[in-house]
């Protein structure tokens, strides 16, 4: 809606704008591939939850499940995706050298 003030006569006259609704494509695909994340004796807790944070996006609590079910079970699926995502994520998680590996279905 948008007001239009008329200069010659001081009318106010009230008009709708059409809007539009922009929306990106929605990837309906079902995840493909898996992110299998490993325990190891040589990183702290907070490193491995910040990295799985940094690598997947996901909020502190998901991040600290996935650091105890890699430590108490010896690996957790801590991401799944495209292909191209998994390997985006577990290039993340190496840089700090976690042990992870690309699963698929």
Request: net charge negative; aromatic share 4%.
């Amino acid at each position: 809606m948008a007001v239009v003030k008329n200069p010659e006569t001081e009318e106010l006259t009230i008009t709708t704008v059409e809007e539009k609704e922009i929306t990106e494509p929605v990837d309906t695909t079902p995840p493909t591939h898996r992110v299998i994340l490993y325990n190891d004796e040589w990183h702290r807790f907070d490193e491995v939850i910040l990295q799985v944070q940094k690598a997947t996006g996901c909020d502190l609590m998901k991040a600290e499940m996935i650091a105890m079910e890699a430590h108490f079970k010896g690996r957790a699926i801590c991401y799944k995706g495209s292909r191209d995502q998994c390997q985006r994520v577990a290039g993340i998680l190496r840089q700090i050298r976690l042990q992870c590996e690309i699963d698929c279905d």
